[in-house]
């Protein structure tokens, strides 16, 4: 069974058929949202899903717009830990704190969720060729499943990008694209434009279908805890699709009669480079420029403008009673030390959620009652420069002589006997 019926555009409302590679309503413009026929559900949805844990988050194609019958492009992606904490939690006064971990995704970044659906829902139309924009991991992740899946991959890459990203994107077989830009408004304006003439574009939000791997997020946390939402998720955002999916994820999940209820959803962005947040401290629908991208270390999540003034994103926070929160960096790797207490290596942009957290906590947001999850999106190992920046220093240097080490270690407890 699969349930996608339609693209509907969210501005003019019409309809096109999924088995066209549309991108923006080609009568307005606007942004277009895969509609599925949920009426036509059956309970067995969930039994098949518990059934194919072996595929991952394609266990869930009941769900996704990929016509029956395709096969999964799949290298592992989904169903990653959803932890519980042994400090952070207390640290921060919410003992129902748990980390959806996505930096042990096959690429150690969540965008695999949006590439593994949206890549294989492209080749099922038969797209050779295409081209997204990133800072790095998305690029990385779109190069690895266009590779699986013999599709021609272009990669505009933010010249502010770190050189291991840059060359993961390139490792995998992609051809990029440094791009000089001042303004992400010159980024979207320029990816729009090959989109509008008829290039296959896989940017976020232009392609309808990325943020539909990102649902995924909210099949498996409800699962996880019974099938119930969380309270509270907290989600980094940059332009947003990771917390736009989950959103649509958990709607679904409610529309299902699954859940019960819906979470508040806290978007997470650099203070350097917020639009999203001054939009929602003045109540507006969309967001304009602010900030400047280059002036923080959250390289993932940086941009000055969200594409289309980021509407679905402020919707999705205004209507789930949420926040758009903002940090600093000497945030972010404070948040990156916590995480690593509990196991968690994670870059800049990938810790926000917990820095956007004690942001939340510390302003009264969120309870001590409630049940959290806070998303890592990507691993420490993708920005390296700056975990070694946040990482506290090591010991010193010591001799291997055995007499030294015994010395320097003393006696055992009885605990290490």
């Known amino acids: 069974m699969n349930l996608a019926t339609h693209y509907i555009c969210d501005d003019c409302h019409a309809r096109i058929p999924l088995d066209t590679p549309a991108l923006l309503c ?3 413009g606007g942004l277009l949202e895969i509609h599925y026929d949920l009426g036509r559900a059956s309970g067995e949805i969930l039994t098949r899903a518990a059934e194919r844990r072996d595929i991952g988050l394609w266990r869930w194609a009941d769900l ?9 492009l799949h290298l592992g992606e989904g169903d990653t830990p959803l932890l519980t904490t042994r400090l952070l939690g207390d640290k921060l ?6 980390v959806k971990n996505d930096t042990l995704m096959p690429t150690g970044s969540f965008k695999d969720r949006g590439f593994s659906v ?11 060729e295409a081209f997204t924009y990133s800072s790095g991991n998305a690029g990385a992740s779109f190069a690895t499943y ?6 021609a991959a272009t990669v505009l890459v933010e010249d502010v990008a770190n050189d291991s990203k840059v060359a993961a994107i390139s490792l995998y077989g992609a051809r990029v694209l440094r791009l000089r830009y001042r303004s992400s408004l010159e980024i ?9 003439a008829g290039f296959y ?16 997020y909210a099949y498996e946390i409800c699962e996880a805890l019974g099938w119930r939402a969380p ?6 955002v940059g332009t947003g699709g990771g917390l736009w999916g989950a959103w649509k994820g958990f709607r679904e999940l409610k529309r299902l009669g699954v859940i019960d209820r819906l979470p508040r959803m806290i978007g997470v962005q650099a203070s350097a480079s917020a639009p999203l947040v001054r939009a929602f401290q003045n109540g507006q629908s969309t967001a304009g420029p602010h900030g400047d991208a280059r002036r923080t270390v959250a390289q993932s999540i940086a941009g000055d403008a969200p594409i289309q003034g980021g509407a679905r994103v402020l919707r999705a926070i205004y209507e789930s009673g949420g926040r758009a929160v903002a940090v600093d960096d000497a945030d972010l790797f404070e948040a990156m030390r916590l995480l690593g207490a509990e196991g968690v290596a994670a870059e800049p942009s990938a810790a926000a959620s917990i820095a956007g957290l004690l942001r939340a906590r510390s302003q009264g947001w969120v309870s001590p009652d409630d049940t959290v999850v806070a998303v890592v999106t990507g691993s420490a190992q993708k920005q390296p420069e700056a975990l070694v920046r946040a990482a506290p220093p090591t010991d010193g240097v010591v001799s291997a002589d055995p007499a030294e080490l015994l010395a320097l270690f003393g006696e055992p407890t009885a605990s290490d006997r």
Not at 93 to 98: E, K, Q, V
Not at 201 to 213: A, K, L, M, Y
Not at 231 to 236: A, G, R, Y
């Open 201 to 216: 574009s896989f940017v976020n939000f232009i392609n309808p279908v990325r943020h539909e791997g990102m649902k995924t």
């Open 231 to 236: 309270d509270v998720m907290v989600h980094p």
């Open 188 to 196: 979207f304006a320029g990816v729009s434009a090959l989109a509008e």
């Open 118 to 128: 949206a890549v294989g829902f492209a080749r099922s139309l038969g797209v050779r």
């Open 64 to 72: 996704l717009p990929v016509p029956p019958g395709t096969e999964p």
């Open 146 to 151: 266009a590779a699986r899946a013999g599709i």
């Open 26 to 28: 080609r009568a307005c």
């Open 93 to 98: 006064g919410i003992p129902g704190l748990l």
